[in-house]
Antibody, heavy 121, light 110 residues
């Protein structure tokens, strides 16, 4: 069974930094692309970032480009999202999502439970 | 970037009745369209992909149709557990904007 467990969320001041983690199990993590999707409180879903299976290719939404960095440690079956220069509009639940073997446009079958990031002074 | 527009924003339907939710793409996405259900405090759950294929374990009362720019999710006989927010998502494009979601339709009990 695919399991994705996010951690690292919390309260951070504007301009601050935070690193999210997503621990994966139930599949061969190193063989699959991974994604981050976020949802502001009471709002819809926003696609944030993606990384290929070997980490060689990454993608960022314009809203986070230059501030967020996606990475992965395949030896630890863990996906990361390093967030810096955080803004109030980054406040959201961040979901870790399993991709396919190739980094392509796709639908999302497997989601984590999400971790809440709150940016506020 | 492809913009996905869902209608209505809120739909009030009685249990046992049919619900029809719409999703429109600003340009053709072929059949690269998915539907998700989300309940409060939960992650989205994949219902439909390829515009009309039910995901594993999804009841037959959920059906999807459409192609190009116009899509529909139909729930044939609403059960109490179906009242939730529904999102469509296109996955046709290349970056940027290769995964875009609609703003959601809240399905509430009438």
């Amino acid at each position: 069974e695919v399991q994705l467990v996010e951690s690292g969320g919390g309260l951070v001041q504007p301009g601050g930094s935070l690193r999210l983690s997503c621990s994966a199990s139930g599949f061969t993590f190193s063989s699959y692309a991974m994604h981050w999707v976020r949802q502001a409180p009471g709002k819809g879903l926003e696609y944030v970032s993606a990384i290929s299976s070997n980490g060689g290719s990454t993608y960022y939404a314009d809203s986070v480009k230059g501030r967020f960095t996606i990475s992965r440690d395949n030896s630890k079956n863990t996906l990361y999202l390093q967030m810096s220069s955080l803004r109030a509009e980054d406040t959201a639940v961040y979901y870790c999502v399993k991709g396919r073997e190739l980094l392509i446009a796709e639908y999302f079958q497997h989601w984590g439970q999400g971790t809440l990031v709150t940016v506020s002074s | 970037e492809i913009v996905m527009t869902q209608s209505p924003a809120t739909l009030s339907v009685s249990p046992g009745e049919r619900a029809t939710l719409s999703c429109r793409a600003s340009q053709s996405v072929s059949s690269n369209l998915a539907w998700y259900q989300q309940k409060p405090g939960q992650a989205p759950r994949l219902l439909i992909y390829g515009a009309s294929t039910r995901a594993t374990g999804i009841p037959a009362r959920f059906s999807g149709s459409g192609s190009g720019t116009e899509f529909t999710l139909t729930i044939s006989s609403l059960q109490s557990e179906d009242f939730a927010v529904y999102y469509c998502q296109q996955y046709n494009n290349w970056p940027p904007g290769w995964h875009t979601f609609g703003q959601g339709t809240k399905l509430e009990i009438k």
